[in-house]
């Protein structure tokens, strides 16, 4: 019987069409990352703006040409007024996200972790996050007055929110299980929350502090409207008044810069403390 | 802001010929007008703007066979930017850096004279707030070391801090700058004793002085001399319109004629009266500003916010190329930008020639 | 430590999960609780454990002799190991030693024991997602001897695991067992590890649990070999006990489903 069948298969083989490669078919659909055409698309873009400015297709009014911008951000560092804008923005986002980061965990892990503070908790952040804190802005001024105060309140109370939502539901992520067992070995519940809860949230709590640290970038402008002499939002402010575009578009790249070093940041902290993933 | 201006397409194509006439509704409006030409006028609902509203409802555009229209604009700035983006022809706003960098790009000419402080009339007004006016700062030259609301750095409340110390002789510098961005919170700023100064306009200046929420410590008038405002149109108007830029004018000295004399009139001793065309003029004026408020209570306001503006609205150029350096030298105007360019005094004579 | 489980009622919302149960657990005695889908086996270790309240009923410590340090007399062994993933293997097993006042030096002599027991001494500073299953349950395995439990209470803890890590596991179990007589409650739905593991299994009907019977195997735990042929027929009575009610269950899932 062996011998029949083989010799049918045989049979088979020869009477088909000639042997053909079976297609790989699993194409596409896996992006690749690749910082050389990310750094490349970003020179190509500056290359085809300067290109377009220098000969005149994008005109001075509508758009300053890189050059013009980059003179511009130089001026600002050889004059200094660069590090003292900085310096006050950096005051200020600092103290404001500490403030709010603090203040939305204390929250977020009431609401994650007590009935008592979940629904009335949930209910009030989910009818005050949608607000945009700008249009607050006059009532910080009659709270806080026109100095310090406001611009830390504003960055503050937009860090809050997204705090509060990213820390309990990282508490709601925590597994139910590894809670239980932290109880079946009866820890106490302080340890419960700082040695299963805390670190079990971290992920979350880490991802959201991307989000709230671009908020707070996006909100310098808004808190620095008031009463700020120095300050890169009030930097950008004053050069769209005056129409210094290269100015303004330094003030931006200067932004995007921050922007870039606090992810960076909160990269190396990701890594540091969530080594274990 | 800037969609308001709908209609300037179709305004602009309106001018341009004969031909063009015949294709847009607005067109045949036109046409039927006897082919008056299409102009569109940027104002603000301020009484700075009020030769424009003269000029218009007197007649005196359509006499030179403009049919113009006003439109409204919120803020100074946009004003600026209408009329250099094309989507308005003609406008008045006060000076501000902001201004002298659009105009430095070359996009809109300076042709005549908006506001002007004049000793002789009350204009923008130096307050104190009250806690800091009983705290001692009860003159102008007490103001180093207090803190002062404006706008906008580089808006004209800057300037004429700044023109204000170099004249009183005080460190510009000294003073504290609190940029609150609007008047409302400039106002509410004082008001509250959260910042020590500001400078505004008269007609808010004085009921504020009034009502005993500020003291009033210095004038303005008192630092001359201050060319506040310009009237503008586009360079496109005047190297390719001049005949109309030129009709413009004309109708526009006549508005500055009838508001000098309704509302500049002085008796012997420059005290302000009412003159026999007072009532009129502050009718024309009412159309437009505090229209919200009867007129009893709007004409004082009027009256109060009317400053004085220079004879055949004639611009003081030299001022002006003061404040242009002011601006440049605190880096807030570029180098580059140079007022003979943006000044054309062909079509109203620069004030003292 | 003597357990007595008295009246055993429990409820969730609607469905009512168990009823009367009522058996004692011997110091030293290893008793598998067995059953099909949904009878409430896991159910009944969480309130024997003290971490689902029973509606009605009681669970008693008629003796309360403990081993020497025992920290935790009830101690849970889990399906799914519950290890901290951002703790090593040191890390997780001192955790349960961390809150009762032991000094460093005790700490870390009782994690190195039990590391030591466990064959995990050369994994101490690797964390779970590095470990296999087999390993990770090794870890739950050592963190709960560690606190020096009276009893311990294994939830199905080789059910998460492969056939072949099974196999490995039920040796170690079985050799804890006849090394230290360790008083146990086993949830499994697995009979082959019942007769291996169990003094006495106790079999329950579904829906509301209630005990069918309780069948000893009167082998000792240490004499037990993988094949038997009298662990072959103490596995077969289980399965003519539960066989009727494993169909119904996976019937009813079915009809769920």
């Not at chain 2, 940027?42 to 229209?69: H, N, Q, R």
């Not at chain 3, 097993?93 to 870390?108: M, N, P, T």
Request: charge should be negative; glycine fraction near 8%.
């Amino acid at each position: 019987m062996s011998h029949d069948i083989s010799e049918v298969r045989a049979e088979r083989q020869s009477a088909a069409s000639p042997a053909s490669q079976v297609r790989f078919r699993a194409t596409g659909f896996n992006p690749k990352a690749n910082p050389v055409a990310a750094w490349g698309f970003f020179v190509a873009v500056i290359a085809l703006w300067q290109l377009g400015s220098s000969t005149g297709v994008i005109s001075e009014l509508a758009m300053p040409s890189p050059v013009a911008v980059a003179k511009a951000l130089w001026q600002l560092i050889v004059t200094g007024d660069l590090w003292l804008h900085l310096g006050a923005s950096l005051q200020r986002l600092v103290g404001g996200w500490i403030m709010g980061t603090v203040a939305g965990l204390f929250v977020g892990f009431l609401v994650g972790m007590f009935s008592w503070a979940r629904s009335p908790g949930v209910a009030f952040v989910s009818a005050l996050f949608p607000i945009p804190k700008i249009a607050l802005l006059p009532l910080f001024i009659i709270w806080f007055g026109i100095g310090e105060p406001s611009k830390f309140a504003t960055i503050a109370f937009g860090v809050f929110f997204p705090t509060v939502i990213n820390t309990f539901g990282g508490v709601d992520n925590v597994q139910r299980n590894l809670i239980r067992m932290g109880q079946s070995f009866d820890l106490p519940m302080w340890s419960v929350i700082r040695k299963i809860i805390l670190p079990g949230a971290l992920p979350t709590i880490l991802s959201g502090f991307r989000i709230s640290s671009s908020i707070a970038i996006i909100l310098l402008i808004a808190a620095e409207m008031i009463g700020a002499q120095y300050g890169i939002g009030a930097l950008i402010l004053a050069a769209g008044n005056l129409y210094q575009t290269d100015q303004l578009i330094a003030g931006v790249v200067v932004l995007s810069l921050l922007g870039l070093c606090v992810s960076w940041l909160l990269g190396r902290l990701d890594r540091w403390l969530l080594a274990w993933r | 802001m800037l969609s308001i201006r709908g209609m300037a397409g179709a305004a602009r194509l309106a001018r341009g010929s004969v031909v063009a006439l015949a294709m847009g509704a607005s067109a045949l409006v036109a046409f039927g007008a006897q082919a008056n030409e299409k102009v569109d006028i940027a104002a603000l609902a301020f009484v700075s703007s009020a030769p424009l509203f003269i000029a218009k409802e007197k007649g005196y555009l359509a006499d030179e066979g403009l049919d113009a229209e006003i439109s409204i604009f919120q803020a100074a700035q946009p004003v600026a930017v209408a009329i250099a983006s094309g989507d308005a022809d003609f406008g008045v706003t006060a000076f501000t850096g902001g201004f002298f960098n659009l105009a430095a790009k070359g996009a809109l000419k300076v042709i005549g004279a908006q506001l002007h402080e004049d000793p002789g009339y009350d204009g923008s007004a130096i307050l104190a707030s009250n806690a800091a006016f009983e705290a001692g700062l009860t003159s102008v030259d007490k103001l180093p070391g207090h803190s002062f609301a404006l706008s906008q750095v580089g808006s004209s409340f800057h300037y004429m801090i700044g023109n204000v110390a170099e004249k009183a002789g005080f460190d510009p510098e000294s003073v504290e700058l609190k940029p609150l961005q609007s008047v409302p919170n400039m106002i509410g700023a004082l008001k509250s004793g959260q910042v020590d100064s500001m400078i505004i306009v008269p007609h808010i200046a004085k009921p504020l002085a009034n009502a005993g929420a500020a003291h009033i410590i210095g004038w303005v008038k008192d630092y001359v001399p201050y060319q506040v405002g310009g009237l503008f149109t586009s360079t496109e108007n005047v190297e390719e319109n001049r005949e109309m830029v030129e009709k413009f004018v004309r109708a526009y000295q006549k508005g500055v004629a009838d508001y000098r004399a309704a509302l500049l009139a002085t008796d012997a001793d420059g005290k302000l009266v009412e003159s026999d065309t007072t009532q009129e003029i502050l009718e024309i004026v009412h159309k437009y500003v505090y229209a919200n408020d009867p007129a009893d209570k709007a004409y004082p306001k009027i009256r109060n916010g009317a400053m004085f503006i220079t004879e055949e609205a004639r611009l003081d150029v030299a001022d002006v190329k003061a404040q242009v350096k002011w601006y440049q030298d605190r880096g807030y105007v570029s180098a580059d930008a140079d007022p003979a360019k943006f000044i054309d005094t062909s079509f109203i004579p620069a004030l003292g020639q | 430590m003597r357990l007595q489980i008295k009246g055993i009622c429990h409820s969730y919302d609607q469905v009512e999960a168990l009823r009367d149960i009522d058996f004692g657990i011997e110091p030293g005695e290893v008793v598998a609780l067995i059953g099909p889908s949904g009878c409430g086996k896991s159910t009944l270790l969480s309130i024997i454990g003290g971490l689902l309240a029973p509606t009605r009923g009681e669970i008693l410590i008629c003796d309360k002799a403990t081993p020497e340090g025992c920290l935790n007399p009830l101690t849970y062994v889990f399906q799914d190991f519950a290890l901290l993933p951002w703790r090593t293997v040191a890390g997780n097993i001192s955790l349960v030693l961390e809150d009762h006042g032991l000094s460093k030096a005790d700490r870390d002599a009782r994690v190195a024991e039990v590391l030591e027991q466990t064959n995990l001494w050369d994994f101490r500073d690797a964390y779970p997602k590095q470990l296999s299953g087999g390993m990770k349950q090794r870890v739950g395995i050592a963190r709960a001897l560690a606190v020096r439990p009276a009893a311990l209470l294994m939830d199905e803890p080789l059910s998460a695991l492969d056939a072949q890590t099974r196999i490995l596991l039920l040796d170690e179990f079985a050799a804890l067992f006849a090394r230290t007589g360790m008083t146990a409650v086993y949830v499994t739905h697995n009979l082959n590890e019942a007769v291996r593991l169990a003094n006495r299994v106790v079999a329950l009907r579904r829906r509301p649990g209630t005990i069918k019977e309780i069948h000893t195997i009167d082998i000792p735990i240490a004499e037990r070999r993988e094949g038997m042929p009298e662990l072959i027929a103490h596995e077969s009575a289980l399965w003519n006990l539960i066989r009727d009610e494993a169909i119904a269950a996976d019937k009813e899932l079915e009809n769920v489903a």
